[in-house]
């Protein structure tokens, strides 16, 4: 289905990360095949989205991260 939507031009959602309890780990709780999608496209930046009780650690693991 993410195919045909990126296909189709269609909006997605961006994919949905998260902090592992160890609080020093990433992982997609959502949105695997939307993350395929651009690293099929060879994206060099893709949006993502997390909870905001992870923005401040995930700033710091993720050092390049743009809030908007």
């Known amino acids: 289905r993410c195919l045909l939507y990126w296909i189709e031009g269609k909006k997605m959602t961006p ?3 998260e902090i592992y309890e160890d609080n020093n780990h990433l992982f997609i709780s959502g949105g695997h095949h939307r993350l395929a999608i ?9 949006p993502f989205l ?3 009780k992870y923005k401040d650690r995930m700033s ?9």
Do not use: F, M
Not at 39 to 46: D, P
Not at 60 to 68: C, Q
């Open 15 to 17: 994919p949905l990360i």
């Open 38 to 46: 651009c690293r099929a496209k060879v994206e060099k930046q893709v």
């Open 50 to 52: 997390t909870k905001p």
């Open 60 to 68: 710091e693991i993720l050092k390049s991260a743009n809030w908007k």
